[in-house]
Every structure is written in structure tokens, then in C-alpha cells.
Nanobody, 115 residues
Framework: QVQLVESGGGLVPAGGSLTLSCAASKSLFSINVMGWYRQPPGKQREWITSIFSSGSTNTLDTFKGRFTISRDTAKNTVYLQMNSLKPDDTAVYYC?????????WGQGTQVTVSS
């Protein structure tokens, strides 16, 4: 199993930036894929971006240029840097890990972007 703890959410004005963190209970090298998802109010959860154990990344086109995933393997932590935030980015943001056929979620962190 992998435990994930997100942090860094909060209230930010439109145009602002925020960095979310996701601390994993295991080495990132042992986790096949780490990803960020979000669930806006009243909508389904959607994938944003992922980083693989190799360090390579993949990001949904919608978020390219504004959202960036990175990691600190010494801290077993993955980050989501979000820039030029819009009110439509308001959502609960979740960290996800996939390892050996299993899938794990963090508790989520609320991001609210004010207009």
C-alpha cells in the first residue's frame, strides 16, 4: 500500500499561483506512476498530469503551460505548480499513485480561486 498526504491548497486570487505537495509513504522509484487529478464542484474527477518512476511526465493539453508536475525523490514528494489560476480551477485536487496494479488516493486538498 501507498499512503498519500496532500497539502498546499487554499484560497488564491485569479491570476495567482499555488503549489500543491503530495508526500508518499514509499520511495517514488518504487511507484510506477504518480499523478494529479481534480474534481470541480458538481463535476467528475479529471486527470491533470502524471510523473513516472523514470521521471518522465505527461500532461493533459488543457493544462500545459499553466500546470507543472515535479518531484523531490529525497522527500518522496510530488508537486503541482499551478500558475495563472482561474476561477474555473476551483476544485478539490487529489494525488494518485499506481503501483503493481494497485491504485491509491490522497484525501484531497481544496483549491479555491476567487474572481
Amino acid at each position: 500500500q501507498v499512503q498519500l498526504v496532500e497539502s498546499g491548497g487554499g484560497l488564491v486570487p485569479a491570476g495567482g499561483s499555488l503549489t500543491l505537495s503530495c508526500a508518499a509513504s514509499k520511495s517514488l522509484f518504487s511507484i510506477n506512476v504518480m499523478g494529479w487529478y481534480r474534481q470541480p464542484p458538481g463535476k467528475q474527477r479529471e486527470w491533470i498530469t502524471s510523473i513516472f518512476s523514470s521521471g518522465s511526465t505527461n500532461t493533459l493539453d488543457t493544462f500545459k503551460g499553466r500546470f507543472t508536475i515535479s518531484r523531490d525523490t529525497a522527500k518522496n514528494t510530488v508537486y503541482l505548480q499551478m500558475n495563472s489560476l482561474k476561477p474555473d480551477d476551483t476544485a478539490v485536487y487529489y494525488c494518485n499513485a499506481r503501483q503493481n496494479g494497485g491504485q491509491y488516493w490522497g484525501q484531497g486538498t481544496q483549491v479555491t480561486v476567487s474572481s
